[in-house]
């Protein structure tokens, strides 16, 4: 089982969740620092194209790597011209 740390928007954007997962195994971390955030996210490689997204402090949730990029997405800092 291996862990790497991420930041999002400097080294890893939401759409990276899809390399990382065809690149590890089940039960590999991803550790994703959140932007203009104090909280960071795991994510816990599962079989048949699923997550766990478990937020620092919060409950865990199986879901879709679909839906992890989506989720990760809405993380994303954007900058208001």
């Given amino acids: 089982m291996a862990t790497v740390q991420y930041q999002l928007d400097d080294d890893f954007k939401p759409y990276d969740v899809t390399a990382w997962f065809r690149s590890t195994e ?3 971390i991803a550790v994703i620092t959140l932007p203009n955030r104090s ?3 795991q994510l816990i ?3 048949r194209d699923t ?3 478990w937020p620092e ?3 865990s949730l199986t879901i879709p790597v679909e839906n992890a990029i989506s989720r990760l997405a809405m993380f994303q800092s954007r900058t208001i011209s």
Avoid: Q
Wanted: proline share 7%; with cysteine; charged share 25%.
């Fill in 26 to 28: 089940p039960g590999d």
């Fill in 39 to 41: 909280c960071k996210v």
């Fill in 45 to 47: 490689r599962g079989y």
């Fill in 51 to 53: 997550v766990c997204w």
């Fill in 57 to 59: 402090g919060g409950r």
